[in-house]
C-alpha cells in the first residue's frame, strides 16, 4: 500500500486522552446524551402524569442520535485518514478494530446480561422472559436491525449501536478491498464514501411508501450509514481544504442554522419540504448541518471552569448513560405500574440508578477496558 504521509499528523489523534482531550468533543457528546434523555426520559416522566412531552422537545432524541453519529463519524474518520496517508498493514486496521471493539463492545455485553437477571425474577419489564430469551442471540450478535426492524421493543435502544458496529466493519472492508485491487488510496477512499451515502438513500427509497418511518426506515442498519459518512466527509475536508478550517465560524453558524430550521420547520409560514421528501433527505440535511460544524468543535480547546468539569463528566459517562437510561426509566414504570411505587419514587429511582450505572459502568468497565487495548500500529 502507498504511503502518503505529508497530511498524516504526528501522531494518531487519542480523543480519550484526559490530558490532551479537547472540550470540543466533549460539548458535542453533552449536548448529544442531553437529547436523548430529555426525549427518552422526558417522555416516560410526563407519560406517568398523563401529559405529553412538547413535539420539539420529543423529537429531540433523533438529533442527539444524528449528534452522536456525525461526531463518530468525525473522529474514527481522522483516524482511518491516517491510517490510510501512513500506508498503514492490515494488522494496523485490525488494531483500529480492536480498540473501537473494546470501547464499545464490553460495556454493551455487561449491559445486555445485567439487564436480563431483573428480568427473568421479577420482569416482565417491557417484555416476557421468554421474548427476551428468544431474540438474546440476536442482540448477542448485534444483528437485531441488521437489515430488517428490531426483532425486540427489549434493549431497543440499543438499535443506533448496531449501527456504529457495523459500519466500523463495512467501511474499512470495502476500502480494504479498492486498495487490494490497487486502486488509488485517495480514489479508493471517495468511492467508499460515496457507496456510503449512495446505499442507504437507495434502501430507504426502496422501502413501502407506508412503512413506519420510526420504526424502519430510521433504524434499519444500512438506512443509516450516511449519518456517519457526513462526519468522516467533515473530517476529510477539515484535514485538506484549507478553506474549511479558516471558514470554521461561519460554517457552524450555517450548519446550526440548518439544523435549526429543520428542527423548527412545522412554525414556518410555508412547508418546507413534502412529507415523503423529508421521511427520504431529513438524514442527510441535518448530517450536513452537523457536519458544518465539526471544525469549530475541533477549534473548541477549553470551556469556561464554571461548567468545563461538568461538561466533561457527562461526555465522560455519555455511553454508559445511553445504555442504561431506557431500560432503567422503562423498569421503573414496571414498578410503578405492577406493584405500586409512587410516581415520585419512580423518578427519583430512575435518576439514582441511571447516573449510578453510567459511573460504575465507566469505572469498572469501560475505563479499564480502554486501559488495556493495544497501541494503534502506524505500519
Same mark, same amino acid.
Not at 426520559?41 to 433523533?62: K, N
Not at 474518520?77 to 485490525?94: A, N, P, Q, V, Y
Not at 410555508?270 to 450536513?288: E, S
Given at each position: 500500500m502507498q504511503k502518503y504521509p505529508p497530511q498524516a499528523s504526528e &501522531?494518531?489523534?487519542?480523543?480519550?486522552? /484526559? !490530558?490532551? &482531550?479537547?472540550?470540543?468533543?466533549?460539548?458535542?457528546r453533552s449536548v448529544a446524551i442531553l437529547d436523548v434523555l430529555i426525549c427518552h426520559d422526558g417522555s416516560l416522566f410526563l407519560d406517568w402524569w398523563h401529559r405529553t412531552l412538547p413535539f420539539h422537545l420529543a423529537v429531540l432524541g433523533f438529533y442527539g442520535v444524528m449528534l452522536f453519529f456525525v461526531l463518530s463519524g468525525f473522529l474514527i474518520g481522522t483516524i482511518m485518514l491516517d491510517l490510510l496517508e501512513r500506508g498503514t498493514s492490515l494488522k494496523g486496521w485490525g488494531i483500529f478494530l480492536i480498540r473501537r471493539w473494546m470501547r464499545?463492545? @464490553?460495556?454493551?455485553?455487561?449491559?445486555?446480561?445485567?439487564?436480563?437477571?431483573?428480568?427473568?425474577?421479577?420482569?416482565?419489564?417491557g417484555v416476557v422472559w421468554d421474548e427476551a430469551r428468544r431474540v438474546l442471540p440476536w442482540f448477542l450478535t448485534l444483528t437485531q436491525n441488521l437489515g430488517w426492524p428490531m426483532v425486540s421493543n427489549w434493549y431497543g435502544v440499543t438499535w443506533s449501536l448496531c449501527v456504529e458496529e457495523?459500519?466500523?466493519? #463495512?467501511? =474499512?472492508?470495502? /476500502?480494504?478491498?479498492?486498495?487490494?485491487?490497487?486502486?488509488?488510496?485517495?480514489?479508493?477512499?471517495?468511492?467508499?464514501?460515496?457507496?456510503?451515502?449512495?446505499? =442507504?438513500?437507495c434502501w430507504r427509497l426502496a422501502l413501502p411508501a407506508d412503512v413506519n418511518w420510526d420504526e424502519v426506515t430510521s433504524k434499519i442498519v444500512?438506512? &443509516?450509514?450516511?449519518?456517519i459518512a457526513w462526519?468522516? #466527509?467533515?473530517?476529510?475536508?477539515t484535514r485538506y481544504a484549507k478553506t474549511v478550517s479558516r471558514l470554521h465560524i461561519p460554517l457552524a453558524l450555517i450548519g446550526t442554522g440548518i439544523v435549526l430550521t429543520t428542527w423548527l420547520a412545522d412554525l414556518l409560514p410555508i412547508p418546507l419540504w413534502?412529507?415523503?421528501?423529508? #421521511?427520504?433527505?431529513?438524514?442527510?440535511?441535518?448530517?450536513f448541518g452537523y457536519a458544518?460544524?465539526? @471544525?469549530?468543535?475541533? !477549534?473548541? !480547546? #477549553?470551556?469556561?471552569?464554571?461548567?468545563?468539569?461538568?461538561v466533561r463528566s457527562l461526555s465522560t459517562h455519555s455511553y454508559g /448513560?445511553?445504555?442504561?437510561?431506557?431500560?432503567?426509566?422503562?423498569?421503573?414504570?414496571?414498578?410503578?405500574? &405492577?406493584?405500586? /411505587?409512587?410516581?415520585?419514587?419512580?423518578?427519583i429511582f430512575t435518576l439514582l440508578t441511571t447516573i449510578g450505572g453510567a459511573i460504575i459502568s465507566w469505572r469498572f468497565v469501560e475505563r479499564p477496558c480502554l486501559k488495556i487495548r493495544p497501541v494503534q500500529s502506524l505500519t
Amino acid at each position: 500500500m502507498q504511503k502518503y504521509p505529508p497530511q498524516a499528523s504526528e &501522531r494518531l489523534t487519542s480523543f480519550e486522552n /484526559l !490530558r490532551e &482531550r479537547i472540550a470540543g468533543p466533549d460539548l458535542v457528546r453533552s449536548v448529544a446524551i442531553l437529547d436523548v434523555l430529555i426525549c427518552h426520559d422526558g417522555s416516560l416522566f410526563l407519560d406517568w402524569w398523563h401529559r405529553t412531552l412538547p413535539f420539539h422537545l420529543a423529537v429531540l432524541g433523533f438529533y442527539g442520535v444524528m449528534l452522536f453519529f456525525v461526531l463518530s463519524g468525525f473522529l474514527i474518520g481522522t483516524i482511518m485518514l491516517d491510517l490510510l496517508e501512513r500506508g498503514t498493514s492490515l494488522k494496523g486496521w485490525g488494531i483500529f478494530l480492536i480498540r473501537r471493539w473494546m470501547r464499545t463492545l @464490553p460495556a454493551y455485553y455487561v449491559w445486555l446480561f445485567f439487564l436480563l437477571i431483573p428480568l427473568a425474577y421479577f420482569g416482565p419489564y417491557g417484555v416476557v422472559w421468554d421474548e427476551a430469551r428468544r431474540v438474546l442471540p440476536w442482540f448477542l450478535t448485534l444483528t437485531q436491525n441488521l437489515g430488517w426492524p428490531m426483532v425486540s421493543n427489549w434493549y431497543g435502544v440499543t438499535w443506533s449501536l448496531c449501527v456504529e458496529e457495523w459500519f466500523y466493519i #463495512t467501511f =474499512p472492508a470495502l /476500502l480494504l478491498t479498492l486498495l487490494a485491487c490497487r486502486v488509488k488510496p485517495a480514489l479508493a477512499f471517495g468511492s467508499t464514501l460515496a457507496a456510503f451515502f449512495i446505499v =442507504p438513500l437507495c434502501w430507504r427509497l426502496a422501502l413501502p411508501a407506508d412503512v413506519n418511518w420510526d420504526e424502519v426506515t430510521s433504524k434499519i442498519v444500512p438506512c &443509516r450509514f450516511d449519518s456517519i459518512a457526513w462526519g468522516i #466527509t467533515a473530517a476529510c475536508l477539515t484535514r485538506y481544504a484549507k478553506t474549511v478550517s479558516r471558514l470554521h465560524i461561519p460554517l457552524a453558524l450555517i450548519g446550526t442554522g440548518i439544523v435549526l430550521t429543520t428542527w423548527l420547520a412545522d412554525l414556518l409560514p410555508i412547508p418546507l419540504w413534502t412529507h415523503h421528501f423529508q #421521511t427520504m433527505a431529513i438524514f442527510d440535511v441535518v448530517g450536513f448541518g452537523y457536519a458544518l460544524c465539526m @471544525p469549530a468543535m475541533m !477549534r473548541l !480547546r #477549553t470551556l469556561p471552569p464554571l461548567i468545563g468539569p461538568a461538561v466533561r463528566s457527562l461526555s465522560t459517562h455519555s455511553y454508559g /448513560l445511553y445504555l442504561c437510561h431506557l431500560p432503567l426509566v422503562m423498569m421503573a414504570g414496571d414498578l410503578q405500574a &405492577r406493584y405500586g /411505587l409512587g410516581r415520585r419514587h419512580a423518578v427519583i429511582f430512575t435518576l439514582l440508578t441511571t447516573i449510578g450505572g453510567a459511573i460504575i459502568s465507566w469505572r469498572f468497565v469501560e475505563r479499564p477496558c480502554l486501559k488495556i487495548r493495544p497501541v494503534q500500529s502506524l505500519t
